[in-house]
């Protein structure tokens, strides 16, 4: 099955730091999202992006398809950005089904 | 918008017992996934439904897991018997569609204890 790796597991940022994540995978994808599920546990989808690039506010991300790996900028970093950052493609099997990586924890102190 | 329901919030059954958990997806979202997340990993689906028919259900255990949407709808996942090692939060997601584009949306999941 497709593999999804993600860099660094874990991050601690003072608060108004920027910072990279990322996330590579095995195969050619049709699908890339990103999410951010909070320390209350729910996921929250960031970013639909199998290429190019995307902005929303403070939080970007490119996605380099031909090099398979995609990358989420989080800049002047707020405790409320703290929890976990997950990347997720599409299975072979097409259909939207996701493969979700292991995630990178963010915490943001003040 | 209303957004993906689940109940119950938490569960606690001793193995070799069964339970059921319940989703309601967005209003109009014709696709719905199940997805079991255990502690410290990525979410892995389980199943996902195309209005009331199964698209992929090949990473469920279908030994002891089964999971309907009946009227298109309303879904249930039930775990008969429990083992210790399905303890997890499990999530249910809807999108409006089946293909590529169409974000998931996430419900606040159950917490699911095995003793």
């Known amino acids: 099955g497709i593999q999804v790796e993600q860099s660094p597991p874990d991050l601690i940022l003072q608060e108004g730091a920027n910072s990279t994540l990322r996330c590579n995978f095995s195969?050619?994808?049709?699908?890339l999202q990103w999410f951010h599920q909070n320390p209350w546990g729910q996921l929250i989808n960031l970013f639909y992006?199998?290429?190019g690039t995307k902005q929303n506010g403070r939080l970007s991300a490119t996605t380099v398809a031909t090099e398979r790996y995609s990358l989420l900028y989080i800049s002047s970093s707020q405790t409320t950005d703290s929890g976990v950052y997950f990347c997720?493609?599409?299975?072979?099997?097409?259909?939207?089904?996701?493969?979700f990586g292991t995630g990178t924890r963010l915490t943001v102190i003040p | 918008e209303a957004g993906v329901a689940q109940s119950p919030r938490y569960k606690i059954i001793e193995k070799r017992q069964s339970v059921a958990f319940w989703c309601n997806p967005i209003?109009?979202?014709?696709?719905l996934y199940w997805y079991q997340q255990i502690l410290g990993q990525g979410p892995k689906l389980l199943i996902q439904?195309?209005?009331?028919?199964?698209?992929?259900d090949s990473q469920l255990p279908k030994d002891r897991f089964s999971a309907e949407r009946l009227k298109g709808v309303d879904s249930t996942l039930k775990i008969q018997p429990a083992k210790l090692e399905d303890s997890a939060v499990y999530l249910c997601?809807?999108?409006?569609?089946?293909?590529?584009?169409?974000?998931?949306?996430f419900g606040n999941g159950t917490r699911l204890t095995v003793t």
């Open positions: 209003s109009g979202h014709a696709t």
């Open positions: 992006i199998p290429s």
């Open positions: 195969d050619s994808v049709n699908n």
């Open positions: 439904f195309q209005n009331n028919g199964v698209v992929d």
């Open positions: 997720a493609v599409e299975g072979p099997g097409g259909a939207n089904n996701l493969f």
């Open positions: 997601a809807s999108s409006l569609r089946w293909i590529y584009n169409s974000p998931l949306h």
